[in-house]
Structure formats: structure tokens, C-alpha cells
């Protein structure tokens, strides 16, 4: 069993940063990769980012360049770093156990996080 725990959610102006976390624990953590999805009304969820255990990473065209994913190990801990956000990145982020794939797509499991709500306005 995995749980997952996000973080970091709320309120920012366009153009500004926020940074998400994901709190991982559960005896299959060290053995998956980590994503992060987000949804928004109306939208089906989508992957925003994904970090493999040795960190290879992988993103949405529309956050690259603004969105880094890292982990940190001894912490069990995944982040989403957010940079220059825009309205359209407004949305509910889930973490996600799962594994990213050499090749390069990433395979999501059935672990996820509450999500955590993403508002970006002026």
C-alpha cells in the first residue's frame, strides 16, 4: 500500500510561483516513480510532470520551461516547482505512484493523492 499526501495549494497571481509537495509512505515507494496530474472543470486529468528513481523526468509541452519535478529520497517527498503560472494552470493537482518508462511514457498506478487546489487569478 501507498499513500500519497499533497501540499502547497492555493491562491496565486499570474506570472508567480508555488510550489507543490508530495508526501510519499507505503512499501512500494521505492520502487515507482512519481507524477504529478492535475484537472480542471470539465477536463479529464492529465499528467503535468513525472520524475523516475533515477531521475529522468518528463513533461506536459504545455508547463516546460515553468514546471520543474524533483524528489527528494531521504524525505520521501516529491515536488512540483511552478514558475511564471498562468490562469489556464488553474486546476486540482493529484500526485501519483507510478513508473516512467525508459522509452518514455509514464504509467500511472492506482495510488493518488487528495489533490490539492491550484487557483491562479488576479
Known amino acids: 500500500q501507498v499513500q500519497l499526501v499533497e501540499s502547497g495549494g492555493g491562491l496565486v497571481q499570474p506570472g508567480g510561483s508555488q510550489r507543490l509537495s508530495c508526501a510519499a509512505s507505503g512499501s512500494t515507494f521505492s520502487s515507482n516513480g512519481m507524477g504529478w496530474y492535475r484537472q480542471a472543470p470539465g477536463n479529464q486529468r492529465e499528467l503535468v510532470a513525472a520524475?523516475?528513481?533515477?531521475?529522468?523526468?518528463k513533461y506536459a509541452d504545455s508547463v516546460k520551461g515553468r514546471f520543474t519535478i524533483s524528489r527528494d529520497n531521504a524525505k520521501n517527498t516529491v515536488y512540483l516547482q511552478m514558475n511564471s503560472l498562468k490562469p489556464e494552470d488553474t486546476a486540482v493537482y493529484y500526485c501519483n505512484a507510478g513508473s516512467l518508462l525508459l522509452s518514455g511514457p509514464y504509467y500511472p498506478s492506482d495510488y493518488w493523492g487528495q489533490g490539492t487546489q491550484v487557483t491562479v487569478s488576479s
Open positions: 520524475i523516475s528513481r533515477s531521475g529522468r523526468t
